[in-house]
């Protein structure tokens, strides 16, 4: 006549749910003292607490966290019996905590020219896990003075399954350093350092000077 339930069904990593299991024998009378004979199978890297009684009435709680986005299916068993019960937990990604550089950083072209590779950032949250669907904002912090015809594609972007979103940049037509702001809502920034390079000469004028000169 055992029985055991879980609550929330659903949370996100690193909070915890509520495993409550009523130890009851076959004459439905309270099962008390008994909290090393309850067992928790399929938790996997999830953490369960140690059972404790409620008095002596024969209801236990244990607490169950996880810091991985996962669905866990737990069974109960007390004093050697499984119970019929299978306890379904789901943990859901934590928001946007910190934001960091995958790749693009200290790159250079020629002024006026798109960089060679993408600038790549990811998100993840507490437990450093990716958090997808997050909105990152590029966007210009320092310029060389004057500099026009720079840009960012897209200046927002969406952060995948990894957590990574990317923009591709275009310098400006000056030459000299521009960084690249790239942040998230409750996650910070980070900053890219970029160099802009005077490029090759596209034109080569030769001046012919005469040979010999006449005396006046």
Do not use: C, H, K, M
Not at 166 to 188: D, H, K, Q, R, W
Request: hydrophobic share 40%; charged share 15%.
């Amino acid at each position: 006549n055992s029985s055991a339930g879980i609550s929330p069904g659903e949370l996100t990593v690193g909070e915890e749910a509520v495993i409550t299991v009523t130890a009851r024998d076959a004459q439905n009378n309270p099962l008390s003292g008994i909290e090393d004979e309850i067992r928790v199978s399929g938790a996997g890297d999830a953490t369960i607490s140690v059972f404790a009684e409620e008095g002596q009435t024969g209801i236990y709680t244990a607490t169950v966290v996880s810091t991985n986005p996962e669905e866990l299916s737990l069974t109960v068993s007390v004093s050697g019996v499984t119970l019929d019960q299978v306890l379904v937990v789901t943990f859901l990604t934590g928001g946007a905590e910190n934001i960091e550089i995958v790749s693009g950083d200290n790159q250079s072209a020629s002024v006026g020219s798109e960089l060679p590779a993408p600038v790549v950032v990811r998100v993840t949250d507490a437990f450093d896990n990716p958090v997808e669907g997050g909105t990152v904002t590029f966007e210009f912090d320092e310029t060389p003075p004057a500099a026009i015809g720079r840009s960012i594609e897209p200046g927002s972007a969406t952060t995948n399954s990894d957590g990574e979103a990317s923009a591709v940049i275009t310098l400006g037509n000056v030459p000299g350093t521009y960084t690249v702001e790239a942040s998230a809502e409750n996650a910070g920034s980070v900053t890219f350092n970029l160099q802009a390079t005077i490029g090759q000469a596209s034109v080569i004028s030769i001046i012919n000077q005469p040979a010999t000169t006449t005396a006046g």
